[in-house]
């Protein structure tokens, strides 16, 4: 069909840029940095230049003392928050699957997904950051001033996920139906995946790696939650609705995948 073609190809071509940019923007950075480029005339940056310029990088991204962000203690600490949601995001993405396939046995799996994300979003008001309030000595109204952008926006997330949370519960019991309610997870994942591109970690000696790993990760939750939406809304036609049922059961299979994948890549996450 025509316009079923044309809808999935178009999807296509767009995660294509939205991964291109996410691959970019490290990159990217890194000229920002003053870094020598690859494509520079070989005898156009003298080698003190190229010293002077790794050693500036890498003094500032350096933690100081007494800092946690960056250290052995805030490294550790970061990387068992970031397993820890992982779990349960492939959680959720596998709950996705059951609910997509619609997969009879074990229906109380389908529980997971409101369950998590009240769960994780608890997690993070609480325990996202070793500094913001509550755990931490900052006050409620520091945490929340954006003096710190990561761990405000640790905070949105955490609201966020609470909040949909909430409504995925009312949908599971059969309170709400409406679109509206339906799409806000997706919509979730589109509003965090953007997020995740400026989601910077400061003075942090792996810096270029691990916001390469938050550009991958916004780009599966953009690409993701774009599946969803195009699920929803591709074109219908009445002369070929077979095909139609297919390519909308494929971009919500897509959806699912793009969360367990997510949800990995948390697992797998490293600041060292």
Same mark, same amino acid.
């Given at each position: 069909m025509p316009s079923t073609f044309l809808f999935t190809w178009l999807y296509k071509v767009f995660v294509g840029l939205l991964l291109i940019q996410g691959l970019w923007e490290p990159i990217n950075h890194e000229l920002h940095l003053g870094l020598p480029s690859a494509w520079a005339e070989p005898h156009s940056i003298s080698e003190e230049e190229i010293h002077h310029n790794h050693f500036v990088r890498h003094q500032d991204a350096a933690p100081q003392v007494g800092q946690w962000e960056g250290s052995p203690e805030g490294i550790a600490y970061s990387e068992f928050n970031h397993a820890l949601i992982g779990v349960g995001v492939i959680l959720m993405g596998l709950s996705e699957w059951?609910?997509?396939?619609?997969?009879?046995? &074990?229906?109380?799996?389908?529980? =997971?997904?409101? !369950?998590? %994300?009240?769960?994780?979003g608890i997690f993070l008001l609480i325990w996202s950051d070793h500094l913001a309030w509550p755990i931490g000595s900052w006050t409620l109204a520091e945490t929340l001033s954006g003096?710190?952008?990561?761990?405000?926006?640790?905070?949105?997330?955490?609201? &966020?996920?609470?909040?949909?949370? =909430?409504?995925? !519960?009312? %949908?599971?019991?059969g309170k709400f139906s409406h679109l509206f309610w339906r799409s806000l997870l997706p919509g979730f994942a589109l509003v965090g995946g953007l997020m995740l591109f400026r989601?910077?970690?400061?003075?942090?000696?792996g810096g270029h790696d691990i916001q390469t790993h938050h550009n991958i990760m916004g780009? =599966?939750?953009?690409?993701?939650?774009?599946?969803?939406?195009?699920?929803?809304?591709?074109?219908?036609?009445?002369?070929?609705?077979q095909t139609t049922s297919r390519v909308q059961l494929a971009f919500k299979i897509l959806w699912a995948l793009f969360v367990v994948t997510?949800?990995?890549?948390?697992?797998?996450?490293?600041?060292?």
């Open positions: 059951q609910t997509v396939t619609g997969w009879q046995a &074990l229906m109380w799996v389908r529980w =997971l997904l409101p !369950g998590l %994300l009240i769960g994780t003096k710190d952008p990561e761990i405000l926006q640790h905070k949105i997330f955490g609201i &966020l996920a609470l909040a949909v949370g =909430l409504v995925e !519960g009312f %949908l599971h019991a989601h910077m970690h400061g003075l942090h000696p780009t =599966l939750a953009l690409a993701g939650g774009l599946a969803w939406f195009a699920g929803e809304f591709i074109p219908r036609s009445h002369a070929a609705l997510i949800g990995i890549q948390l697992v797998f996450y490293s600041e060292s």
